[in-house]
């Protein structure tokens, strides 16, 4: 996409009352340059611009030009604390940026959390992500990794056989780690989830059982 058709877009999303616009990829930091622009051309036209991203290509001088442009949300994608197999998007490979992150919030205004998936392999680290982000005054957002559908065709889908959904034998223990995350929403850890959400989301073993 070019510059000029994302200003095109913005201006015709405008005119239909749209105020929320979120910049999806892939991953949109590829495209540094051209996602500063759109968020600077989308906050001058009253947009709340919300820009999600894994932070590997996160600098200080890139977050402090999004601060300034005037982002409103960063999404952060973190699925462990540690890399792990199929799993490279981790916290301690974004230290810095992460803490950089953190620091720059007040000073910018913008609302940041963890985007977290439940998944096969990294069940403990959804909890310590939890409490890191608590400690950190941010907020945190789940989703569960669930099994590839079976009633279309995905033999395309090259994730297939990495094993990192939930499998039968671990509802239990995701359906424990869900109450955890309940009680600790009831207690006001910051949560974009919902706490009719994530019951919706308990739900999922009593599907496939």
Known sequence: MSLETAKSAIDWLKTLGCRVIPIMGGEPLIRK???????QYGCEQGFFMYLPTNGYLLTKDFIDAIGKAGVAAINLAVDC?????????????????????????????????????????????VKLLTEIAHDNRIGTDYHINEQPQSFVDVT????????LYIKPEQYE???????W????????????????HLEQMKLMSLIHI
């Open 33 to 39: 340059d051209f996602i500063l622009e759109v968020i």
């Open 81 to 125: 604390v540690e890399p792990k197999p199929g799993l490279p998007k981790a916290l301690m490979a974004i230290e810095p940026q992460f803490r950089y992150l953190v620091q720059q919030q007040e000073q910018y205004g913008y609302i940041l959390f963890l985007n977290i998936n439940i998944t096969s392999q990294n069940l403990k680290d």
């Open 156 to 163: 395309h889908y090259k994730h297939r056989g990495d094993g």
């Open 173 to 179: 223990e995701v359906d424990a780690l869900l109450d």
């Open 181 to 196: 995350i309940i009680q600790k929403n009831r207690q006001g850890y910051p949560m974009v989830n919902s706490i009719p």
